[in-house]
Each structure stands twice: as C-alpha cells, then as structure tokens.
C-alpha cells in the first residue's frame, strides 16, 4: 500500500504562484509513475500532468503547459507541482495519485490516490 498526502494549496490571485508537494509513505515512489488530477465540483477528474517512475519523461494537459512543472524526488519519496501564471480556472481539489511502472499519457490508470487539497484562484 502506498498512502499518498498532497499539501500545499491554497487562495492565490490570478497570476500568482502555488507548488504542491505529495508525499508517500508505505512504499518506495521510485518505481511509480505519479500524476496530478484535478477536479471542479459538479465536472469529472482532469488529468493535469504526469511524470515517469525515472523522472525522465512528462506529459502536461494543453492548458497548463508552460506554466506548470511536475518533478519528483525519490530520496523525499515526494512530488511536486509548481503552478505558476495561475488562472481562475485552475481553481480545482488537485489529486495526486500513482501508477505502478504506469505510462505518462492521460489515459493511464493508477492505483493510488491522495485525498487532495485545494487551489483556488481569485480574479
């Protein structure tokens, strides 16, 4: 088992920044491919991001690509999300979540996930 907590959210004007962190315990996040979700109320889980179980390869949603950036550090055994140029649409619960040696694309499923935290963007 591998339980997942993000941290991290928060309320930021438009064109701030937030980084989220999620932290593993229970296993090794080294052989994981971890992603970033998130979800509106009413609207079904977006994917946002993920990055491989090596950190050599990502893959970003068209809508946040060039502003944000996911990495890892498996010594931590913690991801991370850097938003920046934040936009009242990326208000969301943001996910992480893992996938056992998974893909990066946005159709891969994944076997853990965190409970999420809370981005709100003001305009």
């Known amino acids: ?5 993000e941290s991290g959210g928060g309320l930021v004007q438009t064109g ?3 980084r989220l962190s999620c932290a593993a315990s ?3 996040l080294s052989p994981y ?3 970033w979700f998130r979800q509106v109320p009413g609207k ?5 991001t993920a990055i491989n179980w090596g950190g050599a390869s990502t893959y ?9 950036t996911i990495s890892r550090d498996n010594a931590k055994n913690t ?3 850097q938003m920046n140029s934040l936009k009242p ?6 996910y992480c979540a893992a996938s056992y040696f998974g893909g990066t694309g946005p159709g891969q499923k994944y076997d853990y996930w965190g409970q999420g935290t809370q981005v709100t963007v003001s305009s």
């Not at 088992?1 to 907590?5: A, E, P, T």
């Not at 079904?44 to 946002?48: A, G, I």
């Not at 649409?89 to 943001?94: G, K, P």
Request: aromatic share 14%; no cysteine.
């Open 26 to 28: 229970g296993r090794t």
């Open 44 to 48: 079904e889980r977006e994917f946002v």
């Open 89 to 94: 649409e990326d208000t969301a619960v943001y």
């Open 79 to 81: 991801v991370y999300l």
């Open 16 to 18: 701030g920044s937030l």
């Open 60 to 68: 970003y949603t068209n809508s946040v690509k060039g502003r944000f």
């Open 1 to 5: 088992q591998v339980q997942l907590v």
């Open 33 to 35: 491919t971890m992603g």
